[in-house]
């Protein structure tokens, strides 16, 4: 139950705790803001932060995570976030129209409000509850990589990351003066321009990126009942990003970095008045971070961050505002066998809505969250191992705790074995609280949303191939949904989401091709599949590299899925084409072509999506 009470101590009494009892050392690691430099630092493999809160190379994570990195993303001719995690592994999708709509993230079967993202370690997304997170904001020309981690996440990162979780981490600065500039137009009058300069000197380095698309759309709705629905949908979107880096020293760096997203979209509702509709979102990170290794043992990450997310509603005279503001000390430190990682955080989450010029009085919303987390990793012969522990204290609810346990075997050279378990849980948002029918709707026993994730996995690898084969199994308690006749969120019984899914990459020749499959049965409190989430997907693709000429074809497949209403949306299969040809050493054309053969399919029932969609770039480095 729902109930106030006095705030836990302070995060400082928290960090002063862990600097007096720890003041031995680690091994020197980045902050969760790494440098593009320390991005190949571990025997030449991708270095993943995600699924530990420390660097390990990516052979070396127990956690299901993968690395898309910016090299990738430009090979793929990627147009927003939403296009690269629809060809990551697990992954499924949902949006209201077209590239810019609303949109949602589903990871393993989860919710998509299950699906933390985060941004250089930043929490962002809206803290109402029931708006899932606009990952499609976030601008790719920015991104210089994104893991993506599948599974509980929670022991590492609190509250939200029942499913998954996904964080960006942006481009920095460079030793020197550098940069480049990208335009492009594209099917339904789109036009797109980006550019991002580097300056760096021995100590000191900073980037400045800057970019603009603009599209008339097409509309959102299949089936317009009204003239005013039969317009097409468009958007403009501007976004910016800062990062400076200082290296002190060896031993001690500080960090600045900011991302700005804004974002004007146009849209239909289904229902009266007919009206031209539109909404403004505006999506912000800031952050401050600094890295200070005290001697060879021990090394000390200090973060403070703060987000919003806005969006106004003209057509109705609504805004809401969500903001998040983050402290956080990581220590890490090298013991005999492993690393041990101690943090401590505090977390302040707000919600306001306005109605006009008037602010609506929401008791519940302001939260904090005080937090204690402990971690290690450990080896012993052949046996790789991980375990985390985490204690969240909100002022709205009770405490909780949450854990993850995971270990991995190498039977050989070229094959493991390994197992993870791991504990989940989301607390209900301000808007779940009071619903949308005032007094009726008001649920002050609403409780978190509670989960339990296990999974078992084979894996082999070899330096040109890679195959994992996972089993999964997540077990969500008090799952929150809505009430038709109340217009308010009650609690479900046990949602249960099973899984088995394949996946292998390859290089060859002339580049590299690969695949996956998942089987996934998500079953909800009535025994039917969850809303929008197919049964069967499946993944195929092929990368060319020959000289100057770069080509990429992949083909994503999805079976029938279950909509609001009971009503199905139909199975498809689409086929993407992508290619880049080098102009000269500095500069290149790249040509994207989505769903060649124009499948017709929808990820919403009565929603459109792009027929066959075409881009043309051009992109000179400087």
Do not use: C
Not at 176 to 184: D, I, N, P, R
Not at 210 to 218: K, S
């Amino acid at each position: 139950m729902f109930h106030s009470k006095n705030n836990a101590p302070r995060l400082a009494l928290l960090s002063a705790a862990l600097f007096a009892l720890f003041s031995t050392s680690t091994t020197a690691v980045a902050t969760e803001n790494n440098s593009e430099a320390g991005f190949s630092a571990i025997a030449g493999q991708p270095v993943v932060i995600t699924a530990a809160r420390v660097e390990q190379s990516l052979d070396d994570v127990l956690g299901d995570v993968n690395v898309v990195t910016s090299e990738e993303i430009r090979r793929t001719g990627a147009q927003n976030l939403l296009d690269v995690l629809r060809s990551v592994p697990g992954v499924q999708l949902t949006y209201n129209g077209g590239p810019q709509q609303t949109s949602g993230v589903f990871i393993r079967g989860a919710e998509s409000r299950h699906t933390l993202l985060l941004i250089d370690g930043m929490r962002v997304g809206s803290t109402d509850g029931i708006t899932n997170t606009q990952i499609q904001m976030v601008p790719l020309d920015q991104i210089e990589r994104i893991e993506i981690l599948r599974g509980a996440g929670s022991a590492l990162y609190g509250a939200d990351a029942i499913g998954g979780v996904v964080q960006v981490i942006t481009k920095k600065g460079k030793k020197g003066t550098s940069g480049e500039y990208q335009v492009g137009l594209g099917s339904n009058n789109r036009k797109q321009a980006n550019v991002g300069v580097s300056v760096g000197g021995e100590s000191t380095s900073i980037r400045l990126g800057v970019g603009y698309q603009n599209e008339d759309g097409f509309s959102s709705l299949s089936a317009p009942r009204l003239p005013g629905q039969t317009d097409h949908d468009g958007y403009r979107k501007s976004s910016g990003s800062l990062n400076i880096q200082h290296q002190f020293n060896a031993n001690h760096q500080m960090g600045l970095n900011a991302l700005v997203s804004d974002l004007n979209n146009e849209y239909d509702s289904t229902f009266p008045p007919d009206e031209h509709y539109f909404n403004r979102n505006v999506q912000s990170v800031y952050g401050l971070n600094s890295s200070h290794k005290w001697n060879s043992m021990w090394t000390t990450r200090l973060g403070l961050s703060t987000s919003t997310d806005e969006i106004e509603l003209p057509n109705f005279a609504t805004e809401n505002k969500s903001h998040q503001t983050q402290f956080q000390v990581m220590n890490e430190l090298a013991l005999a066998g492993g690393k041990v990682l101690l943090g401590a955080e505090q977390l302040t989450q707000s919600f306001q809505q306005f109605n006009g010029a008037t602010q609506a009085n929401f008791a519940f919303g302001k939260r904090n969250t005080d937090s204690a987390l402990v971690g290690y990793l450990g080896q012993m012969g052949q046996l790789s191992y991980q375990a985390n522990l985490r204690y969240d204290d909100d002022s709205q609810y009770d405490s909780a705790t949450t854990g993850q346990l995971s270990g991995e075997y190498k039977l050989s050279p070229l094959w493991s074995i390994g197992a993870s378990a791991g504990t989940g849980f989301k607390a209900p948002g301000v808007q779940q609280i009071v619903g949308f029918g005032g007094a009726r709707s008001l649920n002050l026993n609403l409780q978190p949303e509670e989960s339990e994730n296990y999974e078992v996995y084979a894996k082999l690898q070899t330096p040109t191939y890679t195959n994992r084969f996972t089993v999964f199994n997540n077990e969500i308690t008090n799952l929150i949904d809505f009430n038709n006749s109340t217009f308010g969120y009650f609690n479900q019984s046990e949602v249960d989401i099973v899984g088995v899914s394949a996946d292998t990459q390859a290089n060859w020749k002339y580049g590299k091709w690969g695949g996956d499959v998942q089987f996934l049965s998500a079953k909800d409190a009535a025994g039917q599949q969850a809303l929008r989430r197919a049964k069967r997907t499946a993944r195929v693709f092929a990368d060319t590299n020959l000289g100057k000429f770069t080509a990429r074809a992949e083909l994503l497949a999805a079976s029938e899925r279950r909509d609001v209403g009971n009503r199905e949306l139909g199975g498809y299969g689409i086929t993407n084409l992508a290619a880049i040809y080098k102009t000269s050493d500095q500069s290149e054309v790249s040509l994207r072509v989505e769903n060649i053969f124009e499948k017709k399919y929808e990820f919403a029932a009565g929603y459109n999506v792009p027929q066959r969609d075409l881009l043309v770039s051009y992109r000179q480095n400087f």
